[in-house]
């Protein structure tokens, strides 16, 4: 079965530590996304990439970084320069040829400790 | 710039209750449309879609129809169920050839027995 794998599914990091969440999809879609979801909120996009070694920022991309090395793969880091992490974490993708659904993975719950 | 705007929640229906969820859309050109269904804990999960004025999307008895003059997407179900409790996205492609979403903040839908 095709579809978008995030792991872990919890984390915990703690202080002035970089972590990061891995997310793999085996659907052969080009564009690739990251979102953030706090509690009872919508959700904000961090980082997209519409095709491999490209990437762009989203609306919040302060204090996180990606890679997009390989098609399949577009893991995020949240870097010690994030000062409020703990959020559920939401990785997507699609075709990339306009107008297409995005599909989603099961997220990642980031805490401090 | 392109905007989604929903129904504050929480909508709180009784079994077997038709629902509405109301869904209105500020965007030039023509986006495509789309629901989306997220259970606690979950990624969220393309319920249905329209591409066009007029079009009618429907999936597991909800419906919504892409209303261009009204710019409305409003999702509607004649009989809700116990199980449809959760939290629901309405979102537009954000237009040109990518397919960058702009969601909704959503919408809670709590069904009592």
């Known amino acids: 079965d095709g579809g978008i794998t995030q792991s872990p599914k919890y984390l915990f990091r703690k202080e002035g530590q970089n972590v990061t969440l891995s997310c793999e999809q085996n659907l052969n879609h080009d564009a690739m996304y990251w979102y953030r979801q706090d509690p009872g909120q919508g959700l904000r996009l961090i980082y997209y990439?519409?095709?491999?070694?490209?990437?762009q920022k989203g609306d919040i991309a302060e204090g996180y970084s990606v890679s997009r090395e390989k098609k399949e793969s577009f893991p995020l880091t949240v870097t010690s320069a994030q000062k409020n992490p703990t959020a559920f974490y939401l990785c997507?993708?699609?075709?990339?040829?306009?107008?297409?659904?995005?599909?989603f993975g099961d997220g990642t719950r980031l805490s401090i400790l | 710039g392109n905007s989604v705007t929903q129904m504050e929640g929480p909508v709180t229906l009784s079994e077997e209750a038709f629902l509405t969820i109301n869904c209105t859309y500020t965007?030039?050109?023509?986006?495509?449309l789309f629901w989306y269904v997220q259970y606690p804990g979950e990624g969220l999960q393309l319920l249905l879609k329209?591409?066009?004025?007029?079009d009618k999307g429907s999936n597991k008895g909800f419906e919504a129809t892409y209303r261009k003059e009204t710019t409305s997407f409003h999702l509607e179900k004649g009989s809700v169920q116990v199980s449809d409790s959760a939290v629901y996205f309405c979102a537009l492609s954000d237009g040109g050839n990518t397919d960058k979403l702009i969601f909704g903040t959503g919408t809670r839908l709590q069904v009592f027995p």
């Open positions: 329209a591409t066009k004025a007029d």
């Open positions: 997507a993708s699609s075709l990339g040829t306009g107008n297409q659904p995005q599909h």
């Open positions: 965007a030039t050109g023509y986006p495509s």
């Open positions: 990439s519409q095709i491999v070694n490209d990437f």
